[in-house]
């Protein structure tokens, strides 16, 4: 009687076997999910490049890491590209500053509302620095700024704002690399910091642009 039940117990023993395996599988891809979406959350983020404002530094479609631990242990400097929220007057219905202010001035504070994109430009100008922009260059504290990343232009409508502002404290001046074809702070203000999602360390895609920023 023993020896007929045998191949039941071992058809048993093989489904238990294959339900541990599942189950292992389903747990594992769990943990997995978990942990990337772990590390998005406060570690790293991957971040697609969507325009060209930041050419030629960053192409169209090229993709960096984001690091998003950083701004909890200290502030940014000029240099440093990160990436952001910007201010609701970014948003293209608006593209508008947050108070009234001259034409040949940069715009010297955001509106209160927060967009919901995301943006990637350059820290130009931090907390208490005076800052103009003359021929697509920085000037902080009236001294012209090296910027051999920057792809300068004196020609376009943004490009000649010789009138200092003050940046607020706990504000970021952000501004693209491509400085005729950049929509920034030049036009809806400084960032404020805890709009700050993290800075751009490395580009990771395509494959030939791997490399730090």
């Known amino acids: 009687m023993a020896r007929r039940l045998l191949p039941r117990r071992v058809a048993r023993t093989k489904e238990k076997s294959a339900r541990g395996s599942l189950v292992e599988l389903v747990t594992i891809v769990a943990v997995a999910l978990g942990l990337a979406l772990g590390i998005q959350a406060f570690l790293v983020k991957p971040f697609r490049i969507p325009s060209e404002s930041m050419v030629p530094t960053l192409e169209i479609g090229q993709r960096v890491l984001v690091d998003r631990l950083t701004k909890n242990f200290g502030g940014y400097e000029r240099g440093e590209v990160l990436v952001f929220k910007p201010p609701a007057g970014a948003d293209p ?8 202010h001259s034409s040949r001035s940069p715009c010297p504070e955001p509106t ?8 990637i430009k350059r820290v130009v100008g931090v907390g208490g620095d005076r800052l103009s922009v003359r021929g697509g260059r920085v000037y902080i504290n009236g001294r012209a700024q090296s910027e051999p990343y920057a792809r300068l232009d004196d020609s376009c409508p ?9 940046i607020p404290e706990d504000h970021y001046f952000m501004m693209g ?7 920034d702070s030049r036009e ?3 960032v404020p910091k805890d709009w700050v999602i993290g ?3 490395a580009t990771y895609w395509p494959v030939d642009e791997i490399g730090t920023l």
Do not use: K, M
């Open 112 to 119: 209160e509302g927060r967009s919901d994109t995301n943006f």
């Open 93 to 100: 219905d608006s593209n508008s500053c947050g108070v009234e």
């Open 188 to 190: 809806w203000g400084p």
């Open 158 to 166: 943004i490009c000649n704002l010789p009138e200092d502002i003050t």
């Open 199 to 201: 800075q751009a360390f």
């Open 177 to 183: 690399d491509n400085r005729g074809a950049s929509a």
